[in-house]
Antibody
Framework: QVQLQESGPGLVKPSETLSLTCTVS??????????WTWIRRPPGKGLEWIGY???????NYNPSLKSRVTISIDTSKNQFSLRLSSVTAADTAVYYC???????????WGQGTLVTVSS | EIVLTQSPNFQSVTPKEKVTITCRAS??????LHWYQQKPNQSPKLLIK???QSFSGVPSRFSGSGSGTDFTLTINSLEAEDAATFYC?????????FGGGTKVEIK
């Protein structure tokens, strides 16, 4: 059973950079069958896809966030990470890491972590 | 970007009732449409993949149908534990997009 766990600060100041890491267990981020993704849910709103990464390091980002987002992967630690720069209150959300099976559907999700942007 | 429009936004239902949620895509996406259930304070869980295929371990009362632009999630004989927000998701083209969600409340 694949499990994912997000970690990182729960509070970030405006204009700073949000950084989260997702640790994967029960499976390998080096698997060629999967992509690894970040999704967020702002309070009272629906789900928003942020982007995904393949084990090779190839990435694809949501155009609405592309200028501020970097997703990276560390196969030696079985982790992947999210960095979102120049954050504002609008970036306050529960952030989920998840596995995308074959670039298609999302079959495993982390429990999510709330990140609040506030001074 | 493909826009997914779900309806209704909210539904209050009695146990054992049938629930139907629709998801309409702004352009044809074949069957690249998936459904998730998110209960309060939990992460979303995959219910249906490729419009109509049940994911492993999902109760048989959940079913999906549709192709092209119009899709339906059906819950036959709703149970109290099914209270949640349901989302559709398309993977036909990037960026991935989600519907706005349908909250199902138990009366």
């Amino acid at each position: 059973q694949v499990q994912l766990q997000e970690s990182g600060p729960g509070l970030v100041k405006p204009s700073e950079t949000l950084s989260l890491t997702c640790t994967v267990s029960g499976g390998s981020v080096s698997s060629g069958s999967n992509y690894w993704t970040w999704i967020r849910r702002p309070p009272g709103k629906g789900l928003e896809w942020i982007g995904y990464i393949y084990y090779s390091g190839a990435t694809n980002y949501n155009p609405s966030l592309k200028s501020r987002v970097t997703i990276s992967i560390d196969t030696s630690k079985n982790q992947f990470s999210l960095r979102l720069s120049s954050v504002t209150a609008a970036d306050t959300a529960v952030y989920y890491c998840a596995r995308v099976f074959g670039e298609l559907f999302i079959d495993y999700w982390g429990q999510g972590t709330l990140v609040t942007v506030s001074s | 970007e493909i826009v997914l429009t779900q309806s209704p936004n909210f539904q209050s239902v009695t146990p054992k009732e049938k629930v139907t949620i629709t998801c309409r895509a702004s352009q044809s996406i074949g069957t690249s449409l998936h459904w998730y259930q998110q209960k309060p304070n939990q992460s979303p869980k995959l219910l249906i993949k490729y419009a109509s295929q049940s994911f492993s371990g999902v109760p048989s009362r959940f079913s999906g149908s549709g192709s092209g632009t119009d899709f339906t999630l059906t819950i036959n004989s709703l149970e109290a534990e099914d209270a949640a927000t349901f989302y559709c998701h398309q993977s036909s083209s990037l960026p991935f997009t989600f519907g706005g969600g349908t909250k199902v409340e138990i009366k």
